[in-house]
């Protein structure tokens, strides 16, 4: 059976709240008072209805974090009828004190102030309406203070409970708004790897199918050409192995790899003269033009058009058929780096080799995210004079 603590803990509270109440009235009667040389004109002396009423006024305390309002309230007409039947003040004011305490710490601004001014004006109204007259003002003022005090220690621990819970609901927050960007930045960097992928093996596939078609074509009356045709097939899946390897490096858990993978060099404009032989290599013709003064470009638009470079070259070998030429251009200029990759669509129809083949569009659509991603215009589609091209523009901020 499961236990609710804080009700347990206030029944224990006002179980000891009662007893010493208790015992503060039957010791301190109006004869012990007199002998102290306290006034006690009027004064009751202890009995058994009075003990009641002190045991009654301290009874509330049981509920005082349920019902804090209606449990001061209860506490406070058991309280009247004390002071009103002569019995004194002072007597089960501590119960009055916890239950005020109480209204303070667990309900709203306005209700804790409507329940101090009640207990304020019910003490008054028990003082003037009793037979017993306090020494001087000062005693309505020590008491005036006293219930001010333990009501403003009640909002200052409301008040801080608020506090510490605007913390948790912070902390939570920022918690949730914390894994919301991990899952973010993690799904950003699967689509990229995926990107990344998707460029290595397009490319690299593809100009292994080309090399292993003209092989095959070559293989009984020309062995020597087919050798090399193997031999670029062996070199050009060497590539591929190792820019998968640094790509997929990434994932490793050992921080050590990842920081080796994170260091490797990424391809860039510098390396399109090699991409471009290897294109020669694979069967099409391409041509490399530099305009402008080269600049460092930044990392991301730098590996951006080498990766554009390299999926338009690789569409332009699978779809522009044999003997098509290519030819890409790049245009440095201050503020924007213009890549070009056009094909002449000349080429007559290659045969196709084997069943391998990979999915039309996933690399158009890694290239629009690149080029979206750097603020850069992409333009692709057929020529007016014939074939296809591909074109991406990169603003470069202060040469850039």
């Known amino acids: 059976m499961r236990i609710d603590r804080s009700r347990l803990h206030d029944t ?7 007893a010493i109440s208790v015992a503060l009235f039957v010791l301190y009667g109006p004869d012990r008072l007199q002998a102290e040389g306290l006034p006690v004109g009027g004064m009751r002396r202890p009995d058994t209805f009075g003990v009641l009423l ?10 005082r974090r349920r019902w804090p309002l209606a449990a001061l309230c209860a506490g406070l007409v058991p309280e009247t009828f004390l002071n009103v039947f002569g019995y004194g003040t002072g007597m089960s004011s501590l119960s009055g004190l916890v239950l005020l305490y109480s209204v303070a710490s667990y309900r709203g601004l306005a209700i804790a102030l409507g329940a101090l001014l009640l207990s304020l004006v019910t003490y008054v109204t028990g003082a003037v309406a009793g037979p017993v007259r306090a020494a001087g003002w000062n005693e309505y003022v020590v008491v005036a203070v006293v219930l001010v005090a333990v009501w403003g220690a009640g909002r200052s621990l409301r008040l801080r409970r608020a506090y510490l819970e605007e913390l948790k609901d912070r902390a939570t927050r920022l918690e949730r708004a914390h894994a919301a960007d991990t899952r973010a930045a993690r799904a950003e960097e699967r689509s990229r790897i995926a990107r990344e992928l998707h460029d290595v093996v397009a490319h690299h596939v593809s100009v292994m199918t080309v090399q292993a078609a003209a092989a095959r074509r070559v293989l009984a009356s020309d062995p020597e050409l087919a050798r090399e045709a193997l031999s670029a097939i062996e070199h050009t899946g060497r590539m591929a192995m190792t820019e998968m390897r640094n790509i997929v490096g990434v994932l490793r858990t050992d921080s050590r790899a990842d920081a080796r993978a ?25 041509r490399l033009r530099t305009e402008g003064e080269p600049a460092p470009l930044p990392a991301g638009v730098d590996l951006a058009a080498y990766r554009l470079v390299q999926e338009g070259l690789t569409n332009s070998l699978r779809h522009a ?17 213009d890549v070009r990759v056009e094909d002449d669509g000349k080429g007559a129809p290659r045969e196709p080799a084997g069943e391998m083949s990979l999915p039309p569009g996933h690399g158009l659509v890694g290239i629009r995210e690149r080029v979206a991603l750097y603020g850069g215009i992409l333009s692709i589609g057929p020529l007016p004079g014939g074939g296809f091209g591909v074109r991406a523009r990169f603003p470069l901020k202060d040469g850039q």
């Open 12 to 18: 224990v509270l006002a179980g000891l709240v009662a």
């Open 54 to 63: 002190v045991v009654l006024a301290c009874a509330p305390v049981a509920w």
């Open 262 to 286: 994170e260091l490797g060099p990424q391809p860039g404009v510098r390396d399109l003269p090699a991409l471009v032989e290897q294109m020669r290599e694979a069967g099409l013709p391409t």
């Open 321 to 337: 058929g044999a003997g098509a030429e290519a030819v890409v251009t790049v245009r440095h200029d201050a503020h924007e780096l």
